[in-house]
Every structure is written in structure tokens, then in C-alpha cells.
């Protein structure tokens, strides 16, 4: 049976949203449903922090979902710049139309001046298309990995939803987008930005959280195998790893151990498919010198 598609004014409550959420398999607890259901009542961007994996961009796709709304991705990285992330103008097309246009004998410069910046060769990215788009889901995916003068800029962007085009004018949202920032806290980012968003922080799930997530997206795998691999996990957690797994390696730790026909995670196997959960190789040899995963 389809999901239904939902307007973000027809969602009384957190707990409703919640529900929402988990008929597409993700399970919000009470303080990351009211963060999210607060943002889309109140119109204001939501900006998720957390270790890498505990489902800050998981979130965003499954919102999308909810809306029926496209998901529109700007993944940031060390020298983005505002034209990487609004529009560019298509020059090789503009190139095309002008040898056209000579080759027909145009002659009215300014003219030809005019259609070369016309909307049909300007190239909308991620944060002009969220503008444009109505209903959209904006994800802006690792914000920390940007430089600051990005990070003013989006400031800028997300104030009004308004960007001016000096050959076209300017542009407005008739329908601001579900703006959806995250971070997995590489360096600290500007108060500033976080003062126009709703902040949450998302924790590693606890035990019963990551048991019902792992049977909810892995039907397949044994209750045993589950309970083991969410105790095993939560142990990885606490054993001063350069990178903790997140509930997105214990997924695919277990969708390994499914693969294999495993019915409960002996040691041996456990050692043998660590590279699903742990991808340092100095967290897997503390691991085994440890003894983690022996520990009841």
C-alpha cells in the first residue's frame, strides 16, 4: 500500500509526525519529533548535530518522503562557493546560440546580448532549485565541512528565501522550503546561523531505540542477532574508538551478518566482518586487543 503525502500544516502534533515518520521506517524519539515538527509549524530551518551516522541525513530524506516533497541536497565541502551552490550560467549553449545566431545573419547586438542570459541557459543549483520548487526539502548536508564565508552566505539565503540575479532579477520563494542543516561538528559554526534555526542534537540511540530501528528496517534478522549486534554496538561506543559506529554501521553490520546466514553473532564472526561497523583500522585492532566484543 503507498504512503500517503501530508502538508506540513496538517500535522497536529509531535507525536503525529513521529508516527509519520516511523510508517517510512524512522524512528524519532520525543525530543527530535518535537525539534522537527516546531520547524515546520514555525517556518524555521532546522539545524541537527551529531556524531557521524546517528540519522541527521536519514531524517531529511524521510521528512521529503512524509511531504511527498522533493529532497534537494546541497552537500558541503571545504571551498564551496555561492555559485557552486545557487546557479551558473550553461556557456557552452550560450556559446551554441550565438554561432546560431550569426550563422542566420543576426546583427541587433543587443538583442543577441539579451537572449544569451535568458532562464533557459542559466543552470539552477541546489539552492536556487529549493527556491523554485514548491514543496521542496532542502538538505544542507555538513555544514561544518564548508569555509565561513559560505556559511554567511547561506546565512544570508536563509533569512529571506530571496536571491537577486543581476540579469534577471530577483527571486523569491513563494513557498519557503523545509530547510534541514547538519553537522557532524568537525568545527564549532557561527552562532549566527544557528540563531536562525531550531537546534537538536542527536544522540547514539540506546539500546531498545537501536533494537526496534534494526528490526524495523531488517525484518529478516532474528531478535537474538539483533539484541547482540545493538549490545555489541553500544559496547563499540564506549570503548574510546577514533570513530564510534553510528546507527548506520550497526545497520550495516547486521545486514552483513544477515548476508552470512548468521542467526546470533559469535566472536568469531563478529571479528570477521568488522569491517561493516568499524572503518579504522586502528578502532579494529583496539577492539580485538581489547576484547570488546568477548564483554557480556
Given at each position: 500500500?503507498?504512503?500517503?503525502?501530508?502538508?506540513?500544516?496538517?500535522?497536529?502534533?509531535?507525536?503525529?509526525?513521529?508516527?509519520?515518520?516511523?510508517?517510512?521506517?524512522?524512528?524519532?524519539?520525543?525530543?527530535?519529533?518535537?525539534?522537527?515538527?516546531?520547524?515546520?509549524?514555525?517556518?524555521?530551518?532546522?539545524f541537527?548535530?551529531?556524531?557521524?551516522?546517528?540519522?541527521?541525513?536519514?531524517?531529511?530524506?524521510?521528512?521529503?518522503?512524509?511531504?511527498?516533497?522533493?529532497?534537494?541536497?546541497?552537500?558541503?565541502?571545504?571551498?564551496?562557493?555561492?555559485?557552486?551552490?545557487?546557479?551558473?550560467?550553461?556557456?557552452?549553449?550560450?556559446?551554441?546560440?550565438?554561432?546560431?545566431?550569426?550563422?542566420?545573419?543576426?546583427?541587433?547586438?543587443?538583442?543577441?546580448?539579451?537572449?544569451?542570459?535568458?532562464?533557459?541557459?542559466?543552470?539552477?543549483?541546489?539552492?536556487?532549485?529549493a527556491?523554485?520548487?514548491?514543496?521542496?526539502?532542502?538538505?544542507?548536508?555538513?555544514?561544518?565541512?564548508?569555509?565561513?564565508?559560505?556559511?554567511?552566505?547561506?546565512?544570508?539565503v536563509?533569512?529571506?528565501?530571496?536571491?537577486?540575479?543581476p540579469?534577471?532579477?530577483?527571486?523569491?520563494?513563494?513557498?519557503?522550503?523545509?530547510?534541514?542543516?547538519?553537522?557532524?561538528?568537525?568545527?564549532?559554526?557561527?552562532?549566527?546561523?544557528?540563531?536562525?534555526?531550531?537546534?537538536?542534537?542527536?544522540?547514539?540511540?540506546?539500546?531498545?531505540?537501536e533494537?526496534?530501528?534494526?528490526?524495523?528496517?531488517?525484518?529478516?534478522?532474528?531478535?537474538?542477532?539483533?539484541?547482540?549486534?545493538?549490545?555489541?554496538?553500544?559496547?563499540?561506543?564506549g570503548?574510546?574508538?577514533?570513530?564510534?559506529?553510528?546507527?548506520?554501521?550497526?545497520?550495516?553490520?547486521?545486514?552483513?551478518?544477515?548476508?552470512?546466514?548468521?542467526?546470533?553473532?559469535?566472536?568469531?564472526?563478529?571479528?570477521?566482518?568488522?569491517?561493516?561497523?568499524?572503518?579504522?583500522?586502528?578502532?579494529?585492532?583496539?577492539?580485538?586487543?581489547?576484547?570488546?566484543?568477548?564483554?557480556a
Amino acid at each position: 500500500m503507498p504512503h500517503r503525502t501530508i502538508r506540513s500544516s496538517d500535522i497536529r502534533t509531535p507525536a503525529e509526525l513521529a508516527g509519520l515518520l516511523g510508517e517510512r521506517a524512522y524512528l524519532a524519539d520525543d525530543g527530535l519529533a518535537t525539534a522537527c515538527f516546531l520547524a515546520l509549524r514555525m517556518g524555521r530551518p532546522l539545524f541537527l548535530e551529531g556524531e557521524a551516522g546517528v540519522g541527521k541525513t536519514e531524517l531529511a530524506k524521510t521528512l521529503a518522503a512524509v511531504l511527498g516533497a522533493p529532497l534537494i541536497r546541497l552537500q558541503c565541502y571545504e571551498g564551496l562557493d555561492a555559485a557552486q551552490a545557487l546557479y551558473d550560467w550553461d556557456f557552452a549553449r550560450q556559446l551554441l546560440h550565438l554561432k546560431a545566431a550569426e550563422a542566420t545573419g543576426a546583427t541587433d547586438a543587443a538583442r543577441l546580448e539579451g537572449e544569451l542570459y535568458d532562464r533557459r541557459f542559466l543552470i539552477a543549483r541546489p539552492l536556487l532549485r529549493a527556491l523554485e520548487t514548491q514543496p521542496s526539502v532542502l538538505l544542507v548536508d555538513e555544514i561544518d565541512r564548508a569555509d565561513d564565508e559560505f556559511e554567511a552566505f547561506l546565512l544570508e539565503v536563509l533569512s529571506d528565501f530571496t536571491i537577486s540575479i543581476p540579469e534577471l532579477g530577483t527571486i523569491s520563494a513563494p513557498e519557503p522550503p523545509v530547510v534541514v542543516v547538519t553537522s557532524n561538528r568537525t568545527r564549532d559554526v557561527h552562532d549566527a546561523l544557528k540563531r536562525r534555526c531550531l537546534y537538536h542534537w542527536l544522540e547514539h540511540p540506546t539500546f531498545d531505540r537501536e533494537v526496534a530501528i534494526l528490526l524495523r528496517r531488517l525484518p529478516g534478522c532474528s531478535e537474538t542477532l539483533v539484541g547482540q549486534v545493538a549490545g555489541a554496538a553500544q559496547r563499540l561506543r564506549g570503548a574510546g574508538l577514533v570513530k564510534p559506529p553510528g546507527v548506520a554501521e550497526t545497520l550495516d553490520w547486521a545486514e552483513a551478518l544477515l548476508t552470512l546466514g548468521a542467526r546470533d553473532l559469535d566472536p568469531d564472526l563478529a571479528a570477521t566482518t568488522l569491517g561493516a561497523v568499524l572503518k579504522y583500522r586502528e578502532d579494529q585492532q583496539t577492539v580485538l586487543r581489547d576484547g570488546v566484543l568477548n564483554r557480556a
